[in-house]
């Protein structure tokens, strides 16, 4: 899983709860981006920053919210405003956000909704 | 919507057989990549061939890209137990510029020992 940390491995979370998930990198890698992976599906993007103090979002970012203060961390925050977030979640990082760059995967964080 | 679409959904052969999975894409690119995923892990890059490539090896991985057809394959010959995983292609939009890939919904891969 190659230089990127995601914190905690399995996450539960009552309705009505923020809760926030960590992605570290050591890689010094400029860009980094959150993926939400259902069951049996692809991923799909959420947000993705390609620089500290900056973010974009994804195909989905509604319910959630990020920052970027810091080049090494991408903390998600799933709010409760998100209805379903029960899935499977990953944080990557790249050297930069261009189509040559391969992505690097942290080892993802499964969040159940009780 | 997805960009990338793999076919089979999923495939199960003997260990030391090639298999042959597929991605069918809707829009220019200007590279596809194959990473794999073990089941609840992240994913791993596995290679790369850009637009103007038409094949590319690594190790036991072949992949080839047909830019007319839209579609990629990977190819892994003489399978492992190891090799169990789902594989997903994953694709840049060349209209949309640079910031983003978008992933296939994968193909399962189990190799019966």
């Known amino acids: 899983d190659g230089g990127i940390t995601q914190s905690p491995k399995y996450l539960f979370r009552k309705e009505g709860q923020n809760v926030t998930l960590s992605c570290e990198q050591n890689?010094?890698?400029?860009?980094m981006y959150w993926y939400r992976q259902d069951p049996g599906q692809g991923l799909r993007l959420i947000y993705y920053?390609?620089?500290?103090?900056?973010?974009q979002k994804g195909d989905i970012a509604e319910g959630y919210s990020v920052s970027r203060e810091k080049k090494e961390s991408f903390p998600l925050t799933v709010t409760s405003a998100q209805k379903n977030p029960t899935a499977f979640y990953l944080c990557?990082?790249?050297?930069?956000?261009?189509?040559?760059?391969?992505?690097?995967f942290g080892p993802g964080t499964r969040l159940t909704v009780l | 919507s997805q960009q990338g679409e793999e076919d089979p959904q999923a495939l199960s052969i003997q260990e030391g057989e090639n298999a042959t999975m597929n991605c069918s894409y809707k829009t220019s690119i200007n590279n596809l990549q194959w990473y794999r995923q073990n089941s609840g892990r992240g994913l791993v890059h596995l290679i790369l061939i850009r637009s103007n490539e038409r094949e590319k090896h690594s190790g036991r991985l072949r992949v080839t890209l047909d830019t007319s057809k839209k579609s990629s394959s990977l190819l892994i010959t003489a399978s492992r137990a190891a090799d169990t995983a789902s594989y997903f292609c994953a694709t840049d939009n060349s209209n949309f510029g640079n910031e983003k890939l978008t992933f296939g919904t994968g193909t399962r891969l189990t190799i019966i020992p």
């Open positions: 920053s390609q620089i500290v103090n900056d973010f």
């Open positions: 990557a990082s790249s050297r930069r956000t261009a189509h040559t760059d391969t992505q690097y």
């Open positions: 890689l010094n890698h400029d860009a």
